[in-house]
């Protein structure tokens, strides 16, 4: 059994919210493993859900870029927030974003780029911010959806300032396919933009959610079930209950518009339907909030950069 050490506590109470006493006879319970003490937490109703991007140490810029029908999300990353208020480094965000539009969501394409014509690329162009700015960053991750027909729309939250609306904490693009009026689209791709950041959902529909990740919850949903005692036909029906609720938290089609407070999302596209004259179809979404996903110290984040730049 791995050991129980103060450090391997604390990250359980960092990842769930817990008591110190709870966190340890989690990690007791489950040999040491972190993941089983989260589900096993959660389990016993001592914790919240476990929340992949938990206390991150990234700092920098998540870039948005959007033409028409295509749109593209790009994340670069600093050692400071103090940098992300450099007009240098916000310029060098504004056109990472719109280079990602070209690489298909492909972040080693995207760095491979071209930052000026006949010129350097992006990461040659990040190697030269950095010894201007003095200190270390990296293009970490890009996305980029696109339609036949239909719009791209976009929405930055946590804005860096009025003169770089474009870059911020949260970015969401989202592709809705439909031949309808293009520009009623866009205000409507906008709010649902703007929902997404809010609700953080992982999914569009139920037929969407990983699969893994789907039974990894209904494991935890029928556990606590179990806990109330009752029969296992009545747990049954606790559990699509709860799997119900479940799917109402992270799949966007079930989520309450945060708009009007009260209708599904999925009524809400039928109602759009209807006001742009034709079906409008929800293709995809990305969310790219800055760090999630990523804890590291000081050392591990300039390895990676130095990794990334190849020394």
């Avoid at 990842?15 to 989690?26: L, R, V």
């Avoid at 240098?88 to 014509?117: C, H, I, M, P």
């Avoid at 950095?130 to 270390?136: C, L, Q, R, S």
């Avoid at 050392?299 to 990334?308: H, I, K, S």
């Amino acid at each position: 059994m791995a050991e129980i050490t103060a450090a391997l506590v604390k990250d359980l109470r960092e990842k769930t919210g817990a008591g110190m006493m709870d966190c340890k006879k989690a990690l007791t319970e489950n040999a040491g493993d972190l993941e089983a003490a989260v589900d096993w937490l959660r389990t016993k109703g001592l914790a919240a859900a476990a929340k992949k991007a938990g206390r991150v140490a990234a700092e920098g810029l998540v870039g948005v870029c959007v033409e028409d029908s295509r749109g593209a999300l790009v994340e670069i990353n600093s050692e400071t927030d103090f940098v992300a208020r450099n007009e240098s480094f916000q310029e060098f965000v504004r056109k990472a974003a719109t280079l990602s539009l070209g690489a298909g969501g492909d972040v080693d394409a995207l760095r491979a780029s071209a930052y000026q014509n006949g010129g350097i690329s992006v990461a040659e162009a990040l190697t030269e911010l950095i010894a201007k700015v003095g200190e270390n960053m990296a293009v970490r991750r890009t996305a980029c959806l696109e339609v036949a027909n239909g719009v791209v729309a976009a929405y930055v939250h946590n804005q860096v300032s009025s003169e770089a609306p474009d870059q911020g904490k949260i970015g969401v693009i989202v592709a809705l396919e439909s031949t309808g009026d293009a520009e009623k689209l866009r205000a409507f791709g906008r709010q649902l933009a703007m929902h997404i950041s809010w609700s953080a959902p992982q999914a569009i529909d139920a037929a969407d959610v990983d699969p893994a990740t789907l039974e990894r919850e209904r494991n935890i949903l029928a556990e606590q079930a179990r806990e109330s005692g009752k029969p296992e036909n009545i747990i049954e029906k606790m559990l699509e209950g709860r799997l119900r609720k479940y799917y109402e938290e992270v799949c966007l089609l079930e989520q309450t518009f945060v708009v009007d407070g009260e209708t599904k999302v999925r009524k809400v596209l039928e109602q759009v339907s209807q006001d742009v004259g034709a079906p409008v179809k929800i293709a995809g979404f990305r969310r790219f909030q800055l760090g999630e996903g990523v804890q590291r110290n000081e050392g591990d984040f300039a390895a990676e950069v130095a990794a990334q730049l190849g020394r």
